[in-house]
């Protein structure tokens, strides 16, 4: 690891989020300074009425296209990556950078791979395209790709395993392909994120802990 940047990635309902807090957690109990963050990172309409969209983002990734709200912008899918994107740029340098530079680890809760998985999947958008715009974003040291299968993440979701017809054969799935693709490079680790959330915690430390060393 050369500069201390942890991404946690996966579908909905991988765990992403406790898993993040409970890494954030030992990598502070074992000596290091760490902040710890996400994406979508706005709140705010920060950047007026292009960025007010990350909210709106969040929500329409999060419920469905049923919001009243999402469908009177009618996003064309170019500036659904393009307001990723410029949500990422702010995170990227009010925090990533500055905390980089400081010399502490950060450890964040999806970053430009969320971009490729999610809209070349959702919007059909070219890998290469979204990659190519998300260059300014600095590379991971480590991508901890949370495999839950699709059934697991039916439960934690729903309560059944029985998956839903979005779920099957769907755009879920075509995620997790996404995601499989990305994981081959050599950056990445996948880790079976099925099972209790201490088991998976150990698992992603085993991941980590040995490049936190090298630091
Ligand atoms: P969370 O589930 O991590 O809160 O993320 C919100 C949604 O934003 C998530 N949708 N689901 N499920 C993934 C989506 N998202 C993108 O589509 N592209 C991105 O670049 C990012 C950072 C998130």
Redesign the pocket.
């Known amino acids: 690891m050369q500069q201390g940047l942890i991404v946690l990635e996966g579908?909905?309902a991988c765990g992403?989020?406790t898993q993040a807090a409970l890494l954030a957690g030992k990598i502070k109990a074992a000596g290091h300074e760490v902040v710890l963050t996400?994406?979508?990172f706005l709140d705010l309409p920060v950047l007026g009425s292009v960025i007010a969209g990350a909210g709106i983002?969040?929500d329409h990734?999060?419920h469905g296209d049923t919001l009243d709200s999402l469908k009177k912008y009618k996003l064309a899918p170019e500036t659904?990556?393009f307001l990723?994107?410029a949500?990422?740029s702010e995170h990227v340098s009010k925090v990533i950078k500055p905390v980089l530079a400081e010399g502490k680890i950060v450890v964040t809760?999806?970053?430009?791979p969320?971009?490729i998985?999610?809209?070349s999947t959702?919007d059909g958008l070219d890998a290469e395209w979204i990659r190519s715009m998300n260059r300014f974003a600095p590379e991971p040291d480590l991508v901890v790709f949370l495999k839950v299968s699709l059934e697991e993440a039916s439960l934690r979701r729903n309560g059944s395993r029985r998956l839903e017809r979005f779920e099957k054969g769907g755009k879920e799935e075509c995620i997790q392909s996404a995601y499989e693709e990305l994981a081959k490079a050599p950056n990445w680790v996948t880790i079976d994120a099925d099972g209790s959330v201490d088991d998976v915690a150990q698992r992603v430390w085993d991941a980590v802990e040995a490049g936190l060393k090298t630091l």
Do not use: M
């Open positions: 579908i909905d992403k989020t996400r994406e979508p983002i969040r990734h999060a659904d990556a990723f994107a949500d990422r809760d999806r970053y430009y969320s971009s998985a999610y809209q959702f």
